[in-house]
């Protein structure tokens, strides 16, 4: 409606108009007192139009403001001039039966004949205000910092944690651009990072790998990490940006990797330690055994080669334990070549060929042509292969028959499965078998002699190298033990950050 | 004549170990228990070949070895780096330092006199 309108249409349109329009409406006389009402009013404030034609507009104001709202109305009649909804603040509306409820309401002076008088179009908001109170509690409640940036990057919002974290009060953030909390030499490429959100906004974690750092209104700074989340807005799309500080977090992780670094060193040096006597233990026995120092009675030999035997497990276990350690610690070291995986697993085939043979075991491989060639630490993938034949052998009874197969897994992967026809995992067992000295019960154990540590180093080494293990089993039938492998190992495997 | 061999060992058991087997083999074993004492035998029992352990009190045999490289007497010496260390990196650091080989501990009594017949005849050595 323009600014300065005159009512020209007869009665009946403009009846028809009021009765259409979607919010209530309540013309008012300059004196205050109400002459026109709509059905929406009627609805709205649960009066008859008769109750409200003539009576003081004030008799749909809460009493509490009943007082100020006459010298407001008469203030508004000397300027008239249209107000949209939303530009003041919540008003409050009263029905008749004394209950009130938060209204918005827009002012347009309509002209006519017999002077000035006011539209006020009311519009309930109960339920935008309640879904904005949620809205409010939710920001607040969040445990990070949240601030809400427009496409131009202003701040249209902020919760208290932001103002806790960033020294700042709500009233210095609002309208600055959200560039104020980022140190200076960031800002040029946080404009860049905030125009590529928004060219396409979806949720996600900003810079991940990247070092972000929050300014303090006192200059100093802090690492943070932030998540962003788009919102679609009546004006548009904003961003919602979650902050964290990460300074206690930050000195957990050097703190972490320290201690870490500690532990494999120490592991290193226990190693060095427990080899130098084993050299010996191993060394003599291997000598007398093989009879180059002499005849040797055969009761001897025998518990000579018990002593050996139990040296050179003594032994394993160190090599497996410092194994671990270098993989936990990130010091696993790859050296990734082109690898035709055919002669790899010919290879360690032929390590565990004597073993089927005194077990009267088949042993069968296949590898997938389209696999032949791929890009891996050689001796690492040996060793992964190795942990499950020697495993497949030995819980497999003679006659049995154990298969090696090298399959690709989607464009990127391949998969080395190792099925055996042995006696089977129960379900409970299969959560336990890839922990550090799990061992499926002890009578097994006893059986089936191992470190315990295998199938440990074996994730261990799958996962550092980007890939998974899997196992699936039935009991008395077999299991399939697989390696998913990527076809190219990164040289420098994710062995995380801190070094 | 058989090759002389000098073993650095700080371990007594794995000194008489080591001379066992090699003397077993035939050659002239000499030993020492640190670095200081290799230094001295060295000067009148000139080895061709030296197996020693390079975690050592006080020198250790990776110093050891680059002084005995960068000693034109001894500079033709092979050395045999013999270690329990298994870290990243120490037969890198070894072979760094000027050793011509590297034995991880514990040894194998067949494939330790194996590679030292092999670098002695490397260097025509007269084994």
């Known amino acids: 409606m323009a600014e300065h309108s005159t009512i020209d249409v007869d009665e009946g349109t403009f009846r028809g108009l009021l009765e259409a329009a979607p919010d209530a409406l309540?013309?008012?006389?300059?004196?205050?007192?109400?002459?026109?009402?709509?059905?929406?009013?009627?609805?709205?404030f649960g009066y008859d139009r008769a109750e409200l034609v003539g009576r003081p507009v004030e008799i749909l104001v809460p009493e509490r403001f009943r007082a100020t709202h006459p010298a407001r109305r008469a203030g508004y009649f000397t300027a008239p001039r249209p107000r949209a909804m939303g530009e003041s603040a919540t008003l409050h509306a009263l029905r008749k039966d004394g209950s009130e409820f938060p209204a918005e309401i827009s002012l347009a002076p309509l002209h006519t004949e017999q002077g000035t008088l006011v539209t006020a179009a009311i519009r309930d908001v109960t339920s935008q205000r309640r879904a904005e109170h949620k809205f409010r509690g939710l920001l607040e409640a969040a445990p990070d910092a949240m601030v809400i940036v427009d496409g131009s990057g202003g701040i249209v919002l902020v919760n208290a944690q932001t103002e806790k974290l960033f020294g700042h009060g709500r009233d210095a953030m609002i309208g600055r651009s959200v560039e104020m909390l980022i140190p200076e030499r960031s800002r040029d490429r946080h404009v860049a990072h905030r125009g590529d959100f928004f060219?396409?906004?979806q949720a996600r974690n900003m810079g991940s790998g990247l070092e972000l750092r929050g300014l303090r209104a006192?200059?100093?700074?802090?690492?943070?990490?932030?998540?962003?989340?788009p919102l679609e807005t009546e004006e548009g799309t904003v961003v919602s940006a979650s902050i964290r500080d990460i300074t206690e977090r930050k000195l957990l992780e050097v703190r972490m990797a320290e201690a870490n670094r500690l532990k494999s060193e120490f592991l290193a040096n226990m190693s060095h330690e427990l080899r130098t006597p084993l050299n010996a233990i191993i060394g003599f026995s291997e000598l007398m055994h093989g009879g180059r120092v002499g005849e040797l009675a055969p009761a001897h030999k025998e518990y000579l080669g018990d002593i050996l035997t139990s040296a050179k497990h003594l032994l394993q276990l160190i090599n497996d334990v410092l194994d671990l350690a270098k993989v936990e610690s990130g010091r696993m070291d790859f050296r990734v070549t082109k690898v035709d995986l055919k002669n790899l697993v010919q290879e360690v085939r032929d390590v565990v060929r004597g073993l089927a043979a005194t077990k009267r075991l088949r042993l069968e491989h296949h590898v997938d042509p389209s696999v032949d060639f791929v890009e891996v630490d050689a001796p690492r993938v040996k060793q992964v292969l190795y942990n499950y034949l020697s495993n497949a052998?030995?819980?497999t009874g003679s006659g049995g028959v154990v298969t090696v197969r090298v399959l690709p897994e989607g464009t990127d992967f391949f998969r080395i499965d190792v099925e055996d026809t042995g006696i089977g995992i129960p379900p409970d067992g299969l959560a336990k078998l890839f922990v550090e000295f799990q061992q499926l019960d002890a009578s097994s154990a006893k059986k089936y002699q191992g470190t315990g540590l295998g199938l440990a180093l074996t994730k261990r080494i799958c996962e550092a190298h980007g890939g998974r293990v899997e196992v699936r089993s039935e009991i008395g039938k077999g299991s399939?033990?697989?390696?998913?492998?990527p076809r190219v190992t990164a040289h420098e495997a994710e062995q995380g950050t801190a070094e | 004549?058989?090759?002389?061999?000098?073993?650095?060992?700080d371990n007594p058991q794995n000194l008489k170990l080591v001379r066992l087997i090699l003397s077993g083999e035939g050659y002239d074993v000499r030993t020492a228990g640190d670095a200081e004492e290799a230094l001295r035998v060295l000067s009148e029992f000139p080895a061709e070949l030296v197996l020693m352990d390079l975690q050592l009190p006080g020198m250790d045999g990776l110093e050891l070895t680059r002084?005995?490289?960068?000693?034109p007497k001894t500079a033709a010496t092979i050395v045999v780096a013999l270690t329990a260390y298994a870290m990243k990196g120490d037969d890198q650091k070894a072979l760094a330092a000027g050793c011509d080989g590297y034995v991880t501990k514990p040894i194998d009594v067949d494939e330790l006199p194996a590679?030292?017949?092999?670098l002695l005849a490397s260097r025509g050595g007269a084994a």
């Open chain 1, 26 to 44: 309540v013309i008012v006389e300059p004196d205050g007192r109400i002459a026109l009402v709509n059905g929406q009013t009627e609805r709205l």
């Open chain 1, 480 to 485: 399939v033990f697989s390696a998913v492998l």
């Open chain 2, 115 to 118: 590679l030292v017949a092999r």
């Open chain 2, 67 to 71: 002084r005995l490289k960068a000693d």
């Open chain 1, 218 to 229: 006192d200059g100093t700074e802090f690492p943070v990490e932030i998540s962003l989340s």
């Open chain 2, 1 to 9: 004549m058989s090759a002389r061999i000098l073993v650095v060992d």
């Open chain 1, 393 to 395: 052998i030995k819980f």
């Open chain 1, 199 to 201: 060219s396409s906004p």
